[in-house]
């Protein structure tokens, strides 16, 4: 629904209410039928939608207590297909890219010489990352065949990429005086392609055709991808093997699509919650922890090495102090 | 609202009264349903709410070995179960009781 829609002294309310409510698993048609009520209400009333309806922020977290779907949560986050994996690719791209130029423009100033076997490393790393990425989304999505063949495949190249470094040696440049400028356009450039790809890329709908023996995979592949323990995930299996062997006409017809189920299992089961809360809360303080180690002991940054390991070190702390307010021993279900 | 989405709301509840009367299979526990004239309910949602009651304590799972097949996976009330179950039937009752008022007040 276009925002003009609305009378324009509730334009802003709206865009609050919309700004809290994105990216909370709620479908588009749900939300569209939801704000259509509200346009009708406000409307009927002849008041101004925070007056009728309080703050839209706390309007938006009950909207999404009841309205938004697993199914929903499957389809747009990790895992749930071509779109979020290549939004994750650009995004890691861009990041990149920008702490590359950024660190050309302190180290080297307007013009830089591009030596090969630093060069080689770089695009090592950036396969790794982007590898990692691709890896991460076929392992939520219940592939985890397919992930270890992706992580195989960025490894060799990898490797290729430092052994090649390696066997050029250190002072071969491939290009000199390079202006940085445009060599930051054309490293940021895939990035941004792939990102606006991603926008463009239609919503992803929930695959409906499954055999049962691929259906059967998928879950099992989905409850460990949720950090389910092996043995309950062999139970929930197990039982659902059982349920089909009563009469059920497919898998996919009696319990819906694998990783939706997965997920909810998933959510139910407290030493997957408190494994996804431990892996979650390392990885969001260890990384930047383990950046600012190495930016401190290279002085990469040079006069910016002490204000960006500082960042990073504040990143972690505010990392450690929202996951502890989240940590799932201390809440109810 | 059709009897399936009040079926889905009380599903918890609905399971809960299965097992009040004899531990069950997930498949016994959809069977019960129907056999009480309820429709029958989609694995879909049969599970995810045994999992939660079971996370919450209500209810209990073991596997069972059979005599004529595989293992079957079998749920039973426990005493925290008993207690949420007279909470949702007492919630229900209340519900019911204030509804039927608003239906005759009309």
Not at chain 1, 24 to 45: G, I, S, T
Not at chain 1, 226 to 254: C, D, K, N, W, Y
Not at chain 2, 34 to 57: F, M
Request: proline share 5%; with cysteine; net charge negative.
């Amino acid at each position: 629904m276009d925002v003009q829609t609305w009378p324009t002294g509730d334009q802003k309310w709206v865009a609050r209410y919309r700004t809290s409510i994105a990216g909370k698993h709620v479908p588009a048609a749900a939300l569209e039928a939801r704000e259509r009520e509200l346009l009708d209400a406000v409307r009927e009333a002849g008041l101004p939608a925070a007056e009728l309806f309080g703050d839209a922020a706390v309007l938006a977290t009950e909207d999404v207590a009841e309205l938004s779907t697993v199914d929903e949560a499957v389809r747009t986050s990790e895992g749930g297909g071509l779109r979020s994996a290549l939004r994750e690719v650009g995004g890691t791209l861009v990041s990149f890219a920008c702490v590359a130029v950024l660190l050309m423009l302190i180290r080297s100033g307007w013009s830089v010489d591009v030596d090969v076997a630093p060069a080689l490393v770089a695009a090592g790393v950036v396969v790794v990352a982007v590898g990692w990425v691709v890896g991460r989304a076929l392992f939520s999505a219940g592939n985890p065949v397919a992930m270890v063949r992706v992580l195989v495949a960025v490894g060799a190249i990898a490797a290729g990429a430092i052994a090649s470094a390696a066997t050029v040696g250190p002072d071969q440049v491939a290009a000199s005086d390079v202006p940085v400028p445009p060599l930051g356009i054309g490293l940021i450039a895939p990035g941004v392609l792939a990102l606006v790809a991603a926008s463009r890329m239609p919503q992803q709908t929930l695959r409906e055709d499954w055999d049962d023996a691929e259906w059967l995979r998928r879950f099992r592949g989905g409850l460990r991808a949720r950090l389910v323990p092996a043995a309950t995930a062999r139970g929930h299996v197990a039982e659902i093997e059982q349920a089909m062997g009563s009469g059920a006409p497919s898998a996919f017809a009696e319990f819906g699509h694998p990783l939706v189920l997965a997920r909810e299992l998933a959510e139910a089961d407290r030493t997957a919650r408190a494994r996804r809360w431990w892996v979650a809360t390392v990885a969001g303080m260890g990384t930047p922890l383990l950046i600012a180690a190495v930016i401190l002991g290279l002085g990469s940054w040079e006069a910016l090495t002490i204000p960006v390991a500082a960042l990073l070190l504040l990143s972690a702390v505010i990392t450690l102090v929202v996951g502890w307010g989240e940590r799932p021993w201390a809440k109810g279900r | 609202m059709s009897v399936a989405a009040w079926q889905r709301a009380s599903l918890p509840m609905l399971v809960l009264d299965v097992l009040a009367v004899a531990p069950c299979h997930g498949y016994g526990i959809s069977q019960a349903l129907v056999t009480a004239g309820l429709q029958p309910i989609k694995g879909a949602q049969l599970y995810p709410a045994l999992a939660r009651l079971e996370d919450e304590g209500a209810i209990l799972a073991q596997w069972e070995q059979s005599e004529s097949g595989p293992a079957r996976k079998v749920y039973e009330l426990t005493a925290a179960g008993r207690a949420q179950r007279g909470e949702l039937r007492a919630e229900w009752d209340a519900f019911i009781t204030a509804a039927q008022a608003v239906g005759r007040a009309n």
